[in-house]
């Protein structure tokens, strides 16, 4: 029976959808697909209309224009009630006068399930979140992540088309985070469920997702697989967003199929040519990829004006021909001291901007 | 899943709507609402209690056939999907025009044939005439306008949730129908001249004299107007109750006084005491025979005069009726200037004056204006006290009252006085939301700020306690006096000790056929309680529902619909008893001298006092529980009664305390709804202070304020003390609601 929790996953599709709150657009006619069977993460700094795209998916608020699809299924009008997806919520949303097994049960109950049955489910559903034996009691008697747990089973126990979470990691500390995500994949995946995930954390969505939509301003800025979105980012934003880059402007002297080379500063470095012409160029250098050599050599000469030391690596910020560089070295162990002078190369970790 | 839920809620209320027609007496049966006895008295073929459909039958009321047209046609809809156009225009247009219908045929055939001249004129005389609607009416209304909701559910209203469009339906039309409906009857009444004429000069002759708004009393001996006594009334109430106010909040909040917590109960008394009570005091206190006035004249030979009767005791007696109010209000404000804001002051070298000089007390600001709005409305609105104590000085609810209720019975000027009466309150109402509504100087933030208050500059703490003191003495010394006085055999003449004024009131003798409740007050205090009763449920569950609607739902209007739900708080009690009696004395909707009537006029005045708590309690519930809930496929129904209510349980107590014992204290709408057969204590009481018989009123009195001191003290016990604390201030926020 447990096995069966995932057996309806169904895909959503979002085709031209508009939110409009009076005159303010919180989402602007977007479209995109979450494949049933998949983790999409919606990306986005605070009001970018993620978590309102998400309440979109739930039916907590109805589109303006658009239409959404659940499956094959048009459920553009229908209200949340009528839907057949189930939300994780940041704050878990628990009920704080039903005991954890009231909890899981809700939606049986309310559907008119027998009491009874209703309970047995809801003891698988808290069997397949480790929290067998906690049913009689409060949501008050529980620490953060087992309340986090009861409100996963509580979701996932109506075996819903579509799964979503907003934010579920927020409230927990920071060691917790890993674990609770690692343990929402691995469900996802042995389930075999079709997941919507909001967060703010780039690191988080990288980790978990089949596909991230990175959001901005009401729009979709890329969305992709969590390596494309990290090495093709289709624009500043979106390759400032998701890991740290130094955005750099240079040129490209030769395009030779999939390949250029390209200028930065006199230094030349071959990356993808992701389909730009010959001539000026923005490119997103990942902090990792600025190589500071103080043995002199080939390079644009720099000076470190910042360091800062963060046990597994050390940052500096870098002063050098293109701009102030920003540069994670792991070689903890020679740091080097503000105003030494360094000669900059470049490693592979760079992109061309397209946008 | 598609929209197909729709059905079986259209035939239902298709059901209701039909079993109205068919099977329930269409008018309004004689007995009264909750009297049977028509079932076996004729019942279905007397014309009295006949159904709709037999009276059509009988060849009677021709005009009552297109109904059944409107309640058969729903039909056409059963089966279809609630997504189709067709569907959703046969229910808006069938409810809608049915509603419309049923009001309309209510409105233009009267008891005597056609209520215009022009449709007499038009069609002749009708021949036939109808009385006030009864229970099929009422169905067969209900059923047609919740047909209406589902079609606007179906549309899209509100995510299409029938249940949401339906209950803002449900109180739209409520508060329509009884607090528009009848506000609005007034202002008919103010343009009709005396033979039923609409004119405005008419309105402008009764509007612009001088008996309202004479200034003769600046430059003679002859009264002013009463708008202007009034007015220079409510001012005068309000700059000194928000001045008193502030005082007990500053010793309250702001020094180690040891009796803080007798203080803070003071709070709690203008919600369990009926207003006039505090004049009664003061005349055992300070009128001709009080005790005061006979030990000053007996050691000082200050002889006795007729002070009290006028301004100045009508002033008094709204002070201490009304400086509570004040008081709760400012509490929160000065507890709202944070202590941080003060130290930064004094780190910035400001000593203790300069501090509350340029600091706390401009901070409060806008507080104390709420609260002198607050003492604004009530004296206003104040019935009771200046009904006893007013003498010769005429304010506009007294003057309203005797229009209507002395020998003059003149409805025009009852209503005229009635609008400028609403004008200065919904003025002060407006002012209060408009302009203080925005402006908010709380510094304490959510955020533990720690930090210790300034204490009050020596001075300035001296005076405080030299006013606060002396006059919660005065207070207590006059609760003493209404407790004792009901003992005594004739107060001012002979202190003996005696029951008789209890025995007169509550007496139960042993009869022959066992127990009688003989004492006079029974029968008032039994309906009291009664109508008390049932109309707190009432009231909790449409303040309630109002509050989720508020709180949780997004809708086109909802400014208005908020402003309406809280308007009947800035209504004065007399200008609502005047709009009942113009609008509910003659079908369609007859309803003078039931009980309905007083159940219906609490309900809606203390609506607020629901709405406010369930708004409290409401906000402070995470919405992503409801949103939980929904997702799990709990319609809003379900999740209201298995997630909100569960958690809002102290708010539905608190509510259903307040509404009751608003409904015990309540007089001046009640003066003008009360009939020989429900009569309320309130009423009972004043009638008995105007004949003098000051004994059993104030033994009366006594029972009462025990009554619902005991009630408050339960609520307390059950709730808990801050959660009540908070509540009142909630309550009181927005206006106080004259009783």
Redesign the interface.
Known sequence: MTVSFGGRASSVRFEGVTKAFGEVVAVNAISFVVEAGSLATLLGPSGCGKTTTLRLVAGLELATAGRILIGDDDVTGLPATRRDVSMVFQSYALFPHMTVIENVAYGFVVSGTPKAEAHAKAELGLELVGLKGYGPRLPSELSGGQQQRVAVARALVLEPQVLLFDEPLSNLDAKLRRRVREEIRDIQQSLGLTVVYVTHDQEEALAVSDKVIVMRNAEIAQEGKPRELYEQPADRFVADFIGDANMVSADILSVDGTHARVSIGGVEVQVPSRGLPVGPVQTAIRPESVLLDTQGGEGLAGTVLKTAYLGKHMEYTVDSPVGELFVVDERVHAPLAPGTGVTIRFGDRIALVVG | ???L?IGRYVLGWQLVGLAGFLLLPWYAVEDGFWGFGWLFDGYPFDPDYAPAIVLLLQGAKPWLWPIAGFLLLPALALGRPS?ERFTQNVLLLVGGLGVAYILGQGFTVGLRGWNAGFLEAWYGPLGDRQFGMGYGALLAGTGLFFLFTLGCAAR?AV???GFVVGSIGLIVMVVALFIFFPVARILISALQTNEGLFSLAALLDKLLTGKIWGLDCVYSHRACGVAWNSLALAVAVGAGTTLLGLAFALVVTRTGFPAKRLFRGLTVLPIITPPFVIGLALILLFGQSGAITQFLEAAFGIPASRWLYGFSGVWLAQMLAFTPIAFLVLIGVVEGVSPSVEEAAQTLRADAWTTLRTVSLPLMRPGLANAFLLGFIESMADFGNPMVLGGNFNVLSTEIFFAIVGAQYDQGRASVLALVLLFFTLLAFYAQRRWLGRKSYTSVTGKGDAGIAVPLPGRFATLIFGVTIPWAVMTAVLYATILFGGFVNLWGLDHTLTLRHYIDAFGITVGDHGWVWSGGAWNSFFTTIAISAISAPLTAAIGLLTAYLLVRQRFLGKQAFEFGTMLSFAIPGTVIGVSYVLAFNVPPLELTGTGIILVISFVFRNMPVGVRAGIASMSQL?S??D??????????W?TIR??VL??MRPAILAALVYSFVRAMTAISAVIFLVSAEYDMATAYILGRVENNDYGLSIAYSSVLIVIMFVAILLLQLLVGERRLGRRSAAKLEIGGQPA
């Open positions: 899943m598609n929209g839920g997504t899209g995510n299409g949730d995470d992503s529980l949103e939980a809930s929904l997702t799990l496929g709990a319609s809003s379900q298995r997630v569960p958690l």
